[in-house]
Nanobody, 120 residues
Framework: QVQLVESGGGLVQAGGSLRLSCAAS????????MGWFRQAPGKEREFVAA????????RYADSVKGRFTISRDTAKNTAYLQMNSLKPEDTAVYYC?????????????WGQGTQVTVSS
């Protein structure tokens, strides 16, 4: 059974930092792209960041460029999202996603989500 488990969410003040982790189990995702999406209350789920299986290519939403960094440890089947200079508008449930390619993010497998709340 494929499972993605996110962790690292929480409550932080504006300007602070958090690091999210996504641990995959049930199969090897070494050739899959991994990424993060988020969904704020009353809004649609949106893309945040993604990284190829090799780690050589990353993509970011314009709203997080320069503040968030995605990385992965293929040996551990784990992806990370380092979030710095957090803003209240970053408040959302963050979901991990793994898909066959970086161009197909949003397909494949999803985690259950982790809440990130940024207070002003």
């Amino acid at each position: 059974q494929v499972q993605l488990v996110e962790s690292g969410g929480g409550l932080v003040q504006a300007g602070g930092s958090l690091r999210l982790s996504c641990a995959a189990s049930g199969r090897s995702f070494s050739t899959y792209a991994m990424g993060w999406f988020r969904q704020a209350p009353g809004k649609e789920r949106e893309f945040v960041a993604a990284i190829t299986w090799s780690g050589h290519t990353t993509r970011y939403a314009d709203s997080v460029k320069g503040r968030f960094t995605i990385s992965r440890d293929t040996a551990k089947n784990t992806a990370y999202l380092q979030m710095n200079s957090l803003k209240p508008e970053d408040t959302a449930v963050y979901y991990c996603n793994t898909s066959p390619s970086i161009g197909a993010m949003g397909q494949g497998y999803w985690g259950q989500g982790t809440q990130v709340t940024v207070s002003s």
